[in-house]
């Protein structure tokens, strides 16, 4: 998120940094190799240099599966699609503190969304058509929302966005430490995806330092506002764990339930434990 001027910036540098590497396919985490490593490093500190030079923030959201999704038995019945989709415009809503963006200049000012292409009509429609409603949402009529989804190979800026959330995802999950039956060690791919991990998180942390004066930072948990609603907004960086309203806990995600190569064995669904008022 940034400045039109700001975010055309960026978008020409990662173009130009994937030209003058001779790279024709698309800048995904699932295309990292390393022959590309060097290349996938150069595109993170080059966003990285955005967002510590100029006005472009980060927001990245994810699922904690250890969080179980309790439906309400009074709402009719939804597809892991439709809770995904609901999932983004709440991010849309939330994440980006649009509600606090400056006074518009004039009679309004333009919010320019551009979402990664998705095979369901109906449900880019509903997530386009609730994205446009959010000036009144938010009691900003003075903005206006341009919302639209594009394919990635269009956008550097989407692509980047997709090496961030999938090298947390692989972190995350520790996919350095799986291994197949007979293998010892790291393999190649895992090598280099565990190289590039660790820089981003490396990257992530220094600027939550110099942006937050925060010494420690947390990969997998949500952001905290430092006091203020407009942080949504100003901080540079911010994560966000979703957990639903309605859980229950599976506790087989967690830690000491996993087997030492980090794989999950079984379900071990807990209610959720529920602090007294005078706990913290």
């Given at each position: 998120m940034?400045?039109?001027?700001?975010?055309?910036?960026?978008?020409?540098?990662?173009?130009?940094?994937?030209?003058?590497?001779?790279?024709?396919?698309e800048?995904?985490?699932?295309?990292?190799?390393?022959?590309?490593?060097?290349?996938?490093?150069?595109?993170?500190?080059?966003?990285?240099?955005?967002?510590?030079n100029?006005?472009?923030?980060?927001?990245q959201?994810?699922?904690?599966?250890?969080?179980?999704?309790?439906?309400?038995?009074?709402?009719?019945?939804?597809?892991i699609?439709?809770?995904?989709?609901?999932?983004?415009?709440?991010?849309?809503?939330?994440?980006?503190?649009?509600k606090?963006?400056?006074?518009?200049?004039?009679n309004?000012?333009?919010?320019?969304?551009?979402?990664?292409?998705?095979?369901?009509?109906?449900?880019?429609?509903?997530?386009?058509?609730?994205?446009?409603k959010?000036?009144?949402?938010?009691?900003?009529?003075?903005?206006?929302?341009?919302c639209s989804?594009?394919?990635?190979?269009?956008?550097?800026?989407?692509?980047?966005?997709?090496?961030?959330?999938?090298?947390?995802?692989?972190?995350?999950?520790?996919?350095?430490?799986?291994?197949?039956?007979?293998?010892?060690?790291?393999?190649?791919?895992?090598?280099?995806?565990?190289?590039?991990?660790?820089?981003?998180?490396?990257?992530?942390?220094?600027?939550?330092?110099?942006?937050?004066?925060?010494?420690?930072?947390?990969?997998?948990?949500?952001?905290?506002m430092?006091?203020s609603?407009?942080?949504?907004?100003s901080?540079?960086?911010?994560?966000?764990?979703?957990?639903?309203?309605?859980?229950?806990?599976?506790?087989?995600?967690?830690?000491?339930?996993?087997?030492?190569?980090?794989?999950?064995?079984?379900?071990?669904?807990?209610?959720?434990?529920?602090?007294?008022?005078?706990?913290?």
């Open positions: 940034g400045p039109k001027a700001d975010i055309d910036r960026l978008e020409l540098k990662l173009f130009e940094i994937v030209s003058n590497h001779g790279y024709k396919w800048v995904k985490w699932k295309n990292l190799s390393p022959r590309w490593l060097r290349l996938y490093i150069e595109l993170v500190d080059e966003l990285f240099v955005h967002l510590t100029y006005e472009v923030r980060y927001r959201a994810f699922r904690d599966r250890s969080f179980v999704y309790v439906p309400d038995p009074d709402e009719p019945p939804a597809s699609l439709d809770v995904e989709f609901k999932m983004c415009f709440q991010f849309l809503k939330h994440a980006f503190g649009i606090f963006l400056p006074p518009a200049v004039g309004f000012d333009k919010v320019v969304i551009r979402l990664d292409n998705h095979s369901s009509q109906k449900h880019k429609k509903q997530l386009t058509d609730l994205a446009e959010l000036p009144t949402i938010l009691t900003r009529t003075d903005l206006e929302i341009d989804h594009v394919c990635s190979k269009r956008l550097m800026r989407i692509q980047i966005c997709d090496v961030m959330a999938g090298a947390a995802g692989s972190y995350g999950n520790r996919m350095h430490e799986k291994r197949a039956p007979g293998q010892r060690g790291m393999g190649t791919y895992q090598k280099c995806r565990y190289i590039l991990a660790k820089h981003i998180y490396a990257k992530l942390h220094s600027l939550n330092n110099l942006t937050r004066g925060k010494s420690a930072f947390n990969w997998f948990e949500s952001t905290g430092d006091g609603q407009k942080n949504l907004l901080h540079k960086m911010r994560i966000w764990k979703f957990i639903p309203s309605n859980y229950m806990i599976d506790k087989g995600w967690q830690n000491d339930h996993l087997d030492a190569q980090g794989n999950y064995i079984r379900p071990d669904i807990v209610a959720p434990q529920i602090l007294e008022k005078d706990e913290f």
